[in-house]
T-cell receptor, first 114, second 110 residues
Framework: KAGVTQTPRYLIKTRGQQVTLSCSPI?????VSWYQQTPGQGLQFLFE???????NKGNFPGRFSGRQFSNSRSEMNVSTLELGDSALYLC?????????????FGPGTRLTVT | DAKTTQPNSMESNEEEPVHLPCNHS???????IHWYRQLPSQGPEYVIH???SNVNNRMASLAIAEDRKSSTLILHRATLRDAAVYYC???????????FGQGTRLTINP
């Protein structure tokens, strides 16, 4: 079974621009979560989608948004990029919501904001 | 969020067992204990989880203390590929999110 895929793998953007990242979950998985990883803050939860609805949101500004499509694929968008948004963005999929379901992570999208 | 305490780093030798401890004294009775690891330049990888009983899978074993305030991840024969940051995460019922701490950076010597 194919794993979680994320595109693009690397991205360089300029301050003030916006960016859209894509995630394709494992086939059959309906829950998709997004995380941000930075050297200073570590791995932090952004949001979770299930059945095309955002079910849970982390402590991030409204510039961070996302959506999920009927085939469970998900996108996240960051508008008005800031230098501090440079990070590894990870997508994870799960068969169901919450414990005990384990999450399977993709390789991430490395975003650099200049 | 339940608080966890893990050693910042540990070191072991190839082909020897490794015991990675985690203290999660504020865990509640319905919270699962999940372990993930992150190899260099990769996303986190699920390792194992448990609730009350000890658990085994092809990657590792998880020993959970009787009072559930601590657990130990056991790698039976470490390989160089096991060098990673290991995260112990109490997966809280109703939270539907993983809260990652700093984890333990495991170094394996050849």
């Amino acid at each position: 079974k194919a794993g979680v895929t994320q595109t693009p793998r690397y991205l360089i953007k300029t301050r003030g621009q916006q960016v859209t990242l894509s995630c394709s979950p494992i086939s059959g998985h309906r829950s998709v979560s997004w995380y941000q990883q930075t050297p200073g803050q570590g791995l932090q939860f952004l949001f979770e989608y299930f059945s095309e609805t955002q079910r849970n949101k982390g402590n991030f500004p409204g510039r961070f948004s996302g959506r999920q499509f009927s085939n469970s694929r998900s996108e996240m968008n960051v508008s008005t990029l800031e230098l501090g948004d440079s990070a590894l963005y990870l997508c994870a999929s799960s068969l169901g919501r919450g414990p005990p379901y384990e999450q399977y992570f993709g390789p991430g999208t490395r975003l650099t904001v200049t | 969020d339940a608080k966890t305490t893990q050693p910042n780093s540990m070191e072991s030798n190839e082909e020897e067992p490794v015991h990675l401890p985690c203290n999660h004294s504020t865990i509640s009775g319905t919270d699962y204990i999940h372990w993930y690891r992150q190899l260099p330049s990769q996303g986190p990888e699920y390792v194992i989880h448990g609730l009350t009983s000890n658990v085994n899978n092809r990657m590792a074993s998880l020993a959970i203390a009787e009072d559930r305030k601590s657990s130990t991840l056991i790698l039976h024969r470490a390989t160089l590929r096991d060098a990673a940051v290991y995260y112990c995460i109490p997966y809280i019922q109703g939270a539907q999110k993983l809260v990652f701490g700093q984890g333990t950076r495991l170094t394996i010597n050849p």
